[in-house]
């Protein structure tokens, strides 16, 4: 059973940064899709961003130009470096690595909240 363990969220002014990290108890980062998802109260989780096995990413319209989606396949850890943080951008992240006929795995969560 794949465990994904994410950190490194909190709090932030608007206009800061923060980098969240997503560590995997197997070693899936470099074979798998993984992505980073959010849902804010009252709304719908969504998805932030995504890399494929192959490099390849995609982001949400209202984070492109802002977020970076990462990963160190010997750390088997995946991040997403976010900028020019905005209030609308406070939610629950979420990690999510999937694989066509694989199970999907999902981390716990980690609180990011932008506020002055």
């Known amino acids: 059973q794949v465990q994904l363990v994410e950190s490194g969220g909190g709090l932030v002014q608007p206009g800061g940064s923060l980098r969240l990290s997503c560590a995997s108890s197997?070693?899936?980062?470099?074979?798998?899709?993984m992505g980073w998802y959010r849902q804010a109260p009252g709304k719908e989780r969504e998805l932030v961003a995504s890399l494929t096995s192959g490099g390849s990413t995609n982001y949400a319209d209202s984070v492109k130009g802002r977020f970076t989606i990462s990963r160190d396949n010997a750390k088997n850890t995946v991040y997403l470096q976010m900028g020019s943080l905005n209030p609308e951008d406070t939610a629950v992240y979420y990690c999510?690595?999937?694989?066509?006929?694989?199970?999907?795995?999902w981390g716990q969560g980690t609180q990011v909240t932008v506020s002055s």
């Open positions: 999510n690595a999937r694989r066509s006929l694989f199970p999907t795995y």
């Open positions: 197997g070693t899936i980062v470099s074979i798998y899709t």
